[in-house]
């Protein structure tokens, strides 16, 4: 079995679970954050540093990879974990949803997706069949299925449309799947803001029985007590014995919230990205390190953090470093904002073993948020 999750326990304050999922590449411990490196990179992270951060698995992308260098040289090169030289587990993302955020005048028809390329304009296609392909090139341990996430909002009769193509989409790359024995194959529920719609895609694709659900369509600009709302009516409609990927969700309370609600997995861009414009994470809420007032602050990111960032660098210089467009300044918040979420879900993890979860909620917002950038 190329994925297997296994149960822990369940946090008696809580909906939350603790787990396991096994893959080929080792064992990743739930509810967790996934840090994404969209090129074959965690953008200025070593593989190393990662190590030290306690990221334990990473996410790369169908749709980045296919464009550049292309699934057959990282195939060539051995897959992506000797390409990338990470030896843990991956997870690739399987195009759709880039395809969407990325490329110009796409055109969607029951046979995939045609667009065209967001570096050279080529016109490129891919279908639930080339995702498949693309993704079984590039040897990550989990891939998702190719499918639609609907825009935002998006009337009722679309996003029925689109979540019965998605489910039919699933099917397709299911009878595609050419590693069964060790690449686990995820599918994603659809179904926009509906009810009805949520549940029908989840008795959909849980009949087709895959090894682990993503939960997606969500984080698209939607309200978050929204995003609750639907994680609400839809986790319970997926298999307890089998992990649960909220796609695209990592601000911190919303890591929180979804792990109160049952979810195991997520992942967001956020991290690293606003780290490359000087935002940080810190327990007191986000700090914009380019502000004037940090110029002579000499102490460090966050005064709660034991991070190597805030151990050895003062707020002055970070801001010095990044005024100065010096790379290193960026690897610095990079870091620490990586190590933050890690940490935020290492006690997220602590909290559901001691049945305290809800209490741990309330004190972490009761800090964050307190700061006045
Ligand atoms: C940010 N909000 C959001 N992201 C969503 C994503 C992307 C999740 N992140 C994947 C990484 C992105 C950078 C490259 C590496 C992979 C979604 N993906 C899919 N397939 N379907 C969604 O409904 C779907 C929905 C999403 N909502």
């Known amino acids: 079995m190329a994925i297997k999750y296994e149960f822990i326990k369940q946090c008696k304050q809580s909906g939350a679970r603790l787990g396991r999922v ?31 951060l306690d990221a334990q698995i990473i996410l790369s992308n169908t749709y980045h990879l296919f464009l550049r260098p292309g699934h057959e040289i990282v195939k060539k090169a051995g897959g992506l974990h000797t390409f990338m030289n990470w030896d843990r587990p991956i997870l690739t993302d399987s195009g759709g949803f880039q395809v969407f955020s990325l490329s110009e005048r796409r055109k969607i028809t029951e046979e995939g997706v045609e667009f065209r390329s967001h570096l050279n304009g080529e016109k490129l296609f891919i279908s639930p069949e080339k995702a498949m392909e693309i993704q079984n090139a590039l040897g990550p341990d989990i891939m998702m299925a190719f499918d639609e996430c609907p825009p935002y909002p998006a009337t009722y009769e679309y996003v029925k449309q689109s979540t019965e193509r998605t489910s039919r989409w699933a099917e397709r790359c299911l009878a595609a799947h050419q590693r069964k024995h060790d690449q686990g194959l995820f599918a994603i529920v659809q179904g926009g803001m509906f009810e009805d719609l949520r549940v029908q895609s989840a008795k959909d694709l849980t009949s087709m029985d895959f090894p682990g659900y993503a939960i997606g369509g969500l984080s698209v600009g939607e309200p978050k007590h929204l995003m609750y709302e639907v994680l609400d009516y839809t986790v319970p409609h997926l298999p307890f014995d089998k992990p649960r990927y909220l796609m695209g969700v990592g601000s911190p309370d919303a890591l929180v919230e979804g792990s109160i609600r049952g979810i195991d997995m997520f992942d967001c861009v956020l991290p690293t990205r606003i780290a490359r414009n000087g935002t940080t994470m810190t327990s007191q809420g986000r700090l914009v390190i380019r502000n004037a007032k940090f110029a002579e602050d000499f ?49 997220v993890r602590e909290a559901i073993m001691n049945d305290c979860l809800l209490d741990y909620r309330d004190q972490f917002f009761a800090q964050y948020g307190l700061l006045d950038n």
């Open 22 to 52: 096994h893959t080929p590449h080792g064992i990743i411990e739930t509810p967790t954050f996934m840090p994404v490196g969209t090129q074959a990179t965690v953008k200025t992270m070593s593989p190393e540093e990662l190590k030290a």
């Open 299 to 347: 102490g460090p990111l966050d005064p709660n953090c034991d991070c190597y960032t805030c151990k050895n660098y003062s707020r002055a210089y970070i801001r010095h470093l990044l005024k100065a467009d010096e790379t290193f300044g960026i690897r610095l918040t990079t870091y620490h904002n990586l190590h933050f979420l890690t940490r935020l879900m290492k006690n």
